[in-house]
């Protein structure tokens, strides 16, 4: 019953006008959560809109941009405009009340079943059992107060049965689980369970068991700190909750209570509370909408202001937000040896060696065999990917997976159906190489570097730059200057100067530049003739 209490407490939120906030109630018993089910359900069909906030979509760092100040005031102005907006407590009392039930309750020890699949379409060809254990090992050792006690991997023919493993192994491994003292949870190392094969392995192990939607989906809890992110998990825990009410429906049913009308409604019990999913699942779509045309806006200031957009992305905890921070000098970033430490966009402010400002974009970490719900969930964040002038992809060289990783992120980027344009000016980094001892890259294109240590990062802003000038159209240019006229300051505002040559007899000068068309033709424009 502690879905249908969780689900309960909702109700409050759901019903909630957009000029009016009241306090929220949660229910104390399972009476009292079916009685409030059904209040709720008459007043539902009044179609009462909630609003939601006003989403500030990207952290911008201070310092060495043209014109930042502006550009960040405009942001701000933008956000007060919009009155219709849901408060922080709002959202955080909504985050935290859709949390599933059993996965975030105090400590787990942790027993991880990994099913190696021998053969079929599920066979993993570029990876190996032992290491595809090591990266479950280490999404259960990211999340504090829990640890894991025994693994084991087993082989299957059947990954697709309820029970996954055939009748002999599953009972060897139900007899080694339920041998191992104090265990609190089961791993299954698989994408996903369906709703019946989860309540028949809790029904054998005793246990909870989780797989590795789940598990992730737990660590962003963890590590959401925004707005943003909480809608958005929100959003990919919609899925979870559904199967798992659907689990504690069907036990309540047994007891004669799951296919009932309630009150007359003409609705049961699990018709009533999967709309109410439904509809809260609509509300979220639409403030991650909302968020998609803030995000809009702000590219297209950005476009206004002629900043060059560069993503860096690459597989979880593969050093990206290290990179930025040593290419941008930005002391607020901090980055973490764990996985998935960056859930929000950030934005950050560089400089390349002619002196021109870029943007480097910090994207959320990929990882392989996760559900195209979680990734949906995220297309709102990972829509800026596409939007990009240039795509940095950093590559843990020292991981032994790295092989794996980089076809799982480019699976993942041709899923979000990023530009052919994008994909084949992508700049790939070997990140890491301080790890491997008297490393020799072996392929030509890759810039091999540590971020850690700071070298090969020259070479990497020289790659940047000329990649930069080429998808944006930039052109390098040698102007005739006039001293005595306002051109070399309008020069300094509006491209990037990276050489003047005096002549102090004529009161002239030529000047190198880095100058975008539109800003060339203003300049041509402003000073025809001089």
């Not at 829990?146 to 059947?158: A, E, F, G, L, P």
């Not at 007899?175 to 094969?197: D, H, M, Y």
């Not at 480097?360 to 392989?368: A, H, K, N, P, Q």
């Not at 709102?380 to 843990?396: C, F, G, N, P, Q």
Request: glycine content about 6%.
């Amino acid at each position: 019953m502690a879905s249908l209490r969780r689900i309960h407490s909702w109700l409050p939120l759901l019903r909630r006008a957009c000029t009016q906030t009241t306090s929220s109630s949660s229910c104390t018993s399972s009476s009292t959560c079916t009685s409030a089910l059904l209040h709720t359900a008459q007043h539902a069909a009044a179609g009462r809109r909630l609003s939601f906030p006003q989403l500030r979509t990207f952290a911008l760092s201070a310092g060495r941009l043209k014109d930042t100040d502006d550009f960040i005031t405009g942001l701000n102005d933008e956000e007060e405009e919009d009155e219709d907006f849901i408060d922080d407590t709002e959202v955080e009392e909504l985050f935290q009340q859709q949390a599933p039930a059993g996965i975030g309750e105090g400590q787990h020890r942790v027993f991880i079943v990994h099913p190696d699949v021998k053969w079929g379409s599920r066979k993993q060809h570029l990876t190996t059992a032992e290491l595809m254990m090591a990266e479950a090992v280490g999404l259960v050792n990211t999340l504090d107060n829990w640890r894991v006690v025994d693994k084991i991997i087993m082989s299957t023919k059947t990954p697709e049965k309820k029970k996954i493993f055939g009748k002999g192994n599953f009972q060897a491994l139900t007899e080694k689980i339920r041998q191992t003292a104090g265990i609190t949870a089961v791993f299954v190392n698989v994408e996903r369970l369906s709703p019946l094969s989860e309540r028949e392995l809790e029904e054998a192990w005793g246990v909870k068991v989780f797989d590795r939607y789940s598990v992730v989906l737990h660590i962003f809890r963890c590590n959401a700190r925004t707005k943003e992110a909480k809608l958005q998990i929100s959003l990919a825990e919609i899925p979870l909750l559904r199967s798992r009410l659907k689990n504690e429906i069907a036990n309540f049913d047994q007891q004669g209570g799951g296919t009932r009308y309630i009150g007359g409604s003409g609705e049961t019990l699990l018709e009533i509370q999967q709309r109410l999913l439904k509809e809260r699942e609509m509300k979220i779509r639409a403030a991650l909408e909302k968020l998609r045309r803030k995000r809009h806006l702000l590219r297209s200031q950005r476009k206004h202001k002629e900043f060059p957009v560069v993503s860096v992305l690459g597989y979880t905890n593969c050093g990206k937000t290290t990179l930025i921070k040593v290419l941008t000098g930005d002391s607020g970033l901090q980055p973490r040896n764990q996985l998935f430490a960056t859930l929000d966009v950030t934005v950050h402010a560089g400089q390349l060696p002619s002196h021109m400002s870029v943007l480097y974009v910090d994207t959320i970490g990929f990882l392989s065999q996760l559900p195209h719900q979680l990734i949906d969930s995220f297309s709102a964040t990972l829509e800026d990917i596409k939007y990009s002038d240039l795509l940095v992809h950093v590559r843990d060289i020292s991981h032994p997976e790295t092989v794996n990783q980089k076809v799982n992120v480019l699976n993942v980027l041709k899923n979000l159906q990023i530009p052919d344009r994008l994909l084949s000016s992508m700049i790939e980094v070997y990140n890491k190489i301080d790890l491997i001892d008297n490393y020799q890259s072996t392929e030509p294109h890759a810039l091999p570097i540590s971020a850690l240590e700071g070298r090969g990062l020259d070479e990497l802003k020289k790659a940047v730059e000329e990649e930069i000038v080429n998808s944006t159209g930039k052109h390098i240019l040698d102007l005739q200057v006039d001293l005595g006229t306002p051109q070399l300051s309008w020069l300094y505002k509006e491209a990037t100067v990276k050489d003047v040559q005096v002549n102090a007899d004529e009161g002239s000068a030529v000047v190198k530049v880095i100058i975008s068309t539109a800003a060339y033709g203003r300049y041509k424009k402003l000073f025809a003739g001089r």
